[in-house]
């Protein structure tokens, strides 16, 4: 399965005449983990923002064909676009399970949201299982570990049954052990999905990615495989610039 | 204790025993001046259930609750002058009060309110739907938080302005001296017990509204629009209209408990539906604990008696002492009285290491 879920085409976005976003052609394609990296301020939140909803842009994105501009966010979301955010946004003051029964339930009536929830859906009970978290059913989201969060907000997505993931630095604050499960949580859910990870971490991208593009000062700076990204003498470049910087923050983290 | 509370069981016992108190023991205990002045404060109780709703739940703080409460009061003290007039002077009578002001003729507006299915038709949906316009108006346009809070407020304050411009709906005086509810002699004190009963009855039954909306998948996704709002918009939901149905039913329990307020204390002017009143029916809910169920009830009866009694005493100061209580309890209590015990109980965990979760 390699199909494509999703297309930009020439997404530019403009912030009071500063082009965080300029120009930028993306493929999403369902069975693959996409990472976008490039340094801080390259526009990869901005793209996602775009993408789903959060802010004005020209260009066009498709999904399955269909024209996403213009939308509504969660006109967008119903669509099957799921995003996580830079920070793992979960509702604090309500269990796991309630958080991925709301992210189940966008499609509820007046009439079954007015009742009370009998039984967990299957589709809840099985998501909790698969993002690791089948015993904390009943655990509020605010006191979750760090990564279990992350996990969570990834869930609900999955629940909410999106097909395109765009995933804002998912193992952000993530020690070793979480950051393996997590990659391998990503393929899992790429089997069926098209999966696209925005993130910092070269060691993470380079064991996971299927396609890596790399955005710089809003624009593509380059595209392809890892080996062929990480070959171009651009992007060493760009990131030769902050590699120190950038080796002393995962230092710093460690 | 907590757990059996939040059971089936729990809740139909405290219904049982809350219908008890009302409808058995506080008659028996209290005088007919008494049981009128309960029956004011549950009208205020009324109005905070749903201002627990809409704030507690869904993070709306309606400081404008007057407005709702106002039309209810208007549209059912406009049917008892109806009533009244026709007792008095026959079909289509002008009003006591529109007679002393040479008003000759009926204004056209008041002509439906002779009918009490209208009246009570108007009182249910009228603030209703005004509210569903504003708040789907507000909401869609992403107005939230303290801009929220102080439009509300407004709109209460120029809804005040507003009446006591309208000669015909008495002005600045309001509308008072009802003889008749719906057939019955207001004076009467069997009569006045009964309205006691249906404000009670109407209390206990907001209570378990606001209940099975708080059980509810609604009352989940609710507390989810209140804590990340953006969150729930990505997950495929339009929370503008989750938010205005919590403000709806807000309304329509403020503009229920208005109209019960009109024959129980016998007059509604702008005095009692402006600002300041707005701000005490939000006091009581903060001081109670908004985030409960049984908090705001608590609060506002608590607040309505206070009133009554300092302000008899103190007036002025009774104003300055509700503006200190108010940030008082935002600051130092956020959760109000009824967080208390699990603060409590946090304290007494934390200075032993070992709880007992047996009893829990
Ligand atoms: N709402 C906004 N108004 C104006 N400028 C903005 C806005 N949001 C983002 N920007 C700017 O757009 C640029 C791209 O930001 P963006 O958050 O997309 O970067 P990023 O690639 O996600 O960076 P990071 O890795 O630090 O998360 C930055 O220069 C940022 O300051
Ligand atoms: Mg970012």
Same mark, same amino acid.
């Given at each position: 399965?390699?199909?494509?879920?999703?297309?930009?085409?020439?997404?530019?976005?403009?912030?009071?005449?500063?082009?965080?976003?300029?120009?930028?052609?993306?493929?999403?394609?369902?069975?693959?983990?996409?990472?976008?990296?490039?340094?801080?301020? !390259?526009?990869?939140?901005?793209?996602?923002?775009?993408?789903?909803?959060?802010?004005?842009?020209?260009?066009?994105?498709?999904?399955?064909?269909?024209?996403?501009?213009?939308?509504?966010?969660?006109?967008?979301?119903?669509?099957?676009?799921?995003?996580?955010?830079?920070?793992?946004?979960?509702?604090?003051?309500?269990?796991?399970?309630?958080?991925?029964?709301?992210?189940?339930?966008?499609?509820?009536?007046?009439?079954?949201?007015?009742?009370?929830?009998?039984?967990?859906?299957?589709?809840?009970?099985?998501?909790?299982?698969?993002?690791?978290?089948?015993?904390?059913?009943?655990?509020?989201?605010?006191?979750?570990?760090?990564?279990?969060?992350?996990?969570?907000?990834?869930?609900?997505?999955?629940?909410?049954?999106?097909?395109?993931?765009?995933?804002?630095?998912?193992?952000?604050?993530?020690?070793?052990?979480?950051?393996?499960?997590?990659?391998?949580?990503?393929?899992?859910?790429?089997?069926?999905?098209?999966?696209?990870?925005?993130?910092?971490?070269?060691?993470?991208?380079?064991?996971?990615?299927?396609?890596?593009?790399?955005?710089?000062?809003?624009?593509?700076? !380059?595209?392809?495989?890892?080996?062929?990204?990480?070959?171009?003498?651009?992007?060493?470049?760009?990131?030769?610039?902050?590699?120190?910087?950038?080796?002393?923050?995962?230092?710093? !983290?460690? | 204790?907590?757990?059996?509370?939040?059971?089936?069981?729990?809740? +139909?016992?405290?219904?049982?025993?809350?219908?008890?108190?009302?409808?058995?023991? %506080?008659?028996?205990?209290?005088? &007919?001046?008494?049981?009128?002045?309960?029956?004011?404060?549950?009208?205020?109780?009324?109005?905070?259930?749903?201002?627990?709703?809409? +704030?507690?739940?869904?993070?709306?703080? *309606?400081?404008?609750?007057?407005?709702?409460?106002?039309?209810?009061?208007?549209?059912?003290?406009?049917?008892?002058?109806?009533?009244?007039?026709?007792?008095?002077?026959?079909?289509?009578?002008?009003?006591?009060?529109?007679?002393?002001?040479?008003?000759?003729?009926?204004?056209?507006? +008041?002509?439906?309110?002779?009918?009490?299915? $209208? *009246?009570?038709?108007?009182?249910?949906?009228?603030?209703?739907?005004?509210?569903?316009?504003?708040?789907?108006?507000?909401?869609?346009?992403?107005?939230?938080?303290?801009?929220?809070?102080?439009?509300?407020?407004?709109?209460?304050? %120029?809804?005040?302005?507003?009446?006591? &411009?309208?000669?015909?709906?008495?002005?600045?005086?309001?509308?008072?001296?009802?003889?008749?509810?719906?057939?019955?002699?207001?004076? /009467?004190?069997?009569?006045?017990?009964?309205?006691?009963?249906?404000?009670?009855?109407?209390?206990?039954?907001?209570?378990?509204?606001?209940?099975?909306?708080?059980?509810?998948?609604?009352?989940?996704?609710?507390?989810?629009?209140? /804590?990340?709002?953006?969150?729930?918009? $990505?997950?495929?939901? /339009?929370?503008?209209?989750?938010?205005?149905?919590?403000?709806?039913?807000?309304?329509?329990?403020?503009?229920?408990?208005?109209?019960?307020?009109?024959?129980?204390?016998?007059?509604?002017?702008?005095?009692?539906?402006?600002?300041?009143?707005?701000?005490?029916?939000?006091?009581?809910?903060?001081?109670?604990?908004?985030? *409960?169920?049984?908090?705001?009830?608590?609060? %506002?009866?608590?607040?309505?008696?206070?009133?009554?009694?300092?302000?008899?005493?103190?007036?002025?100061? +009774?104003?300055?002492?509700?503006?200190?209580?108010?940030?008082?309890?935002?600051?130092?209590?956020?959760? &109000?009285?009824?967080?208390?015990?699990?603060?409590?109980?946090?304290?007494?965990?934390?200075?032993?290491?070992?709880?007992?979760?047996? *009893?829990?």
């Amino acid at each position: 399965m390699n199909d494509i879920a999703l297309t930009c085409k020439n997404i530019e976005v403009d912030f009071e005449g500063f082009k965080a976003v300029g120009g930028v052609d993306l493929e999403l394609r369902r069975g693959e983990v996409h990472f976008l990296i490039g340094p801080n301020g !390259a526009g990869k939140t901005t793209l996602v923002d775009a993408v789903t909803g959060l802010v004005g842009y020209t260009g066009s994105v498709l999904k399955d064909g269909e024209e996403l501009r213009g939308k509504k966010v969660h006109h967008i979301a119903r669509k099957g676009i799921g995003r996580t955010f830079q920070t793992a946004t979960v509702f604090e003051n309500l269990t796991v399970a309630q958080n991925l029964d709301i992210a189940a339930g966008s499609g509820r009536g007046p009439w079954s949201l007015l009742r009370r929830r009998r039984a967990l859906p299957a589709a809840v009970t099985d998501t909790m299982e698969r993002i690791g978290l089948a015993d904390h059913a009943d655990t509020l989201a605010g006191i979750l570990a760090h990564g279990q969060k992350q996990w969570l907000e990834i869930g609900m997505l999955l629940v909410g049954d999106a097909d395109v993931l765009l995933l804002d630095e998912p193992i952000a604050g993530m020690g070793h052990d979480e950051r393996e499960t997590t990659g391998r949580l990503l393929h899992d859910i790429a089997a069926e999905r098209a999966v696209a990870v925005v993130e910092h971490d070269m060691d993470f991208m380079r064991a996971n990615a299927s396609r890596v593009t790399v955005l710089h000062g809003g624009t593509i700076l !380059a595209a392809g495989s890892v080996d062929e990204v990480s070959a171009d003498p651009k992007v060493q470049e760009v990131y030769l610039g902050t590699s120190d910087h950038k080796e002393a923050a995962d230092a710093a !983290a460690a | 204790m907590s757990k059996f509370l939040q059971s089936r069981l729990g809740a +139909w016992t405290g219904f049982a025993a809350a219908a008890i108190g009302l409808f058995a023991v %506080a008659p028996l205990i209290m005088s &007919g001046f008494r049981l009128g002045l309960f029956a004011q404060f549950i009208c205020y109780a009324i109005v905070a259930v749903g201002i627990g709703l809409a +704030w507690g739940r869904g993070g709306m703080l *309606t400081l404008g609750q007057g407005v709702y409460f106002g039309m209810g009061a208007y549209l059912m003290a406009m049917h008892l002058k109806m009533a009244d007039a026709e007792f008095r002077n026959g079909p289509g009578a002008v009003p006591d009060f529109m007679e002393l002001a040479g008003v000759r003729e009926l204004p056209a507006y +008041w002509v439906p309110f002779a009918s009490p299915a $209208f *009246t009570v038709a108007a009182i249910l949906v009228l603030p209703t739907a005004v509210a569903v316009l504003l708040g789907l108006a507000v909401f869609k346009r992403r107005v939230k938080g303290a801009y929220f809070a102080i439009l509300s407020q407004a709109l209460a304050g %120029a809804f005040a302005i507003f009446l006591i &411009g309208q000669q015909t709906l008495g002005g600045f005086n309001g509308l008072s001296y009802f003889r008749y509810f719906f057939g019955f002699a207001i004076n /009467d004190p069997v009569n006045q017990q009964m309205l006691y009963f249906i404000a009670a009855g109407v209390l206990l039954a907001v209570v378990a509204v606001s209940l099975q909306l708080r059980r509810s998948r609604y009352g989940e996704l609710l507390v989810a629009v209140r /804590d990340s709002e953006e969150r729930v918009r $990505f997950l495929g939901y /339009d929370s503008a209209n989750i938010k205005v149905v919590a403000y709806a039913v807000a309304a329509l329990f403020a503009s229920v408990a208005g109209a019960l307020f009109v024959p129980v204390v016998g007059i509604i002017s702008p005095a009692s539906i402006g600002i300041v009143p707005s701000i005490m029916f939000i006091l009581g809910v903060a001081i109670g604990g908004r985030g *409960t169920l049984l908090g705001p009830v608590i609060g %506002a009866l608590a607040v309505a008696w206070a009133q009554t009694t300092l302000s008899e005493q103190f007036p002025s100061a +009774w104003t300055y002492a509700q503006g200190l209580l108010f940030v008082v309890v935002i600051a130092l209590l956020p959760g &109000g009285i009824s967080s208390i015990p699990a603060l409590a109980r946090r304290i007494r965990v934390k200075n032993r290491p070992e709880p007992v979760e047996a *009893t829990a």
